[in-house]
């Protein structure tokens, strides 16, 4: 698995999130929570956005999160991508901020 591919993902995770961010929940259609890798999700978490774009790649989805987790040490000084996902004080604004930071 090589750099772009890992870049790519972080890249759909990216707009994914943009279309529409939750906390609490890995995906959300309207008020309901939904698994992510359904169809017509409203809004996704960070973890959620990542299973959503790397369904079934296992190889993919660690390198993804390594890459997020890695961006939050160096942007937030946190280990854990769901955890600062649903932190209160956490934005829509910041979780693309962090995936920017992760995109090589």
């Known amino acids: 698995m090589n750099d772009a591919a890992v870049n790519a993902a972080l890249n759909e995770v990216r707009a994914l999130i943009k279309h529409g961010w939750c906390q609490g929940a890995e995906a959300m259609r309207g008020d309901r929570i939904c698994d992510p890798t359904t169809k017509g999700i409203d809004a996704y978490c960070l973890s959620g956005a990542v299973k959503a774009v790397t369904g079934d790649d296992e190889e993919l989805r660690r390198k993804v999160l390594r890459a ?24 829509q604004d910041e979780m693309l901020i962090l995936v920017e930071h992760a995109i090589t």
């Open 68 to 91: 997020l987790v890695i961006a939050i040490c160096k942007y937030k000084d946190e280990e854990i991508v769901w955890a600062w996902n649903d932190s209160l004080d956490q934005t």
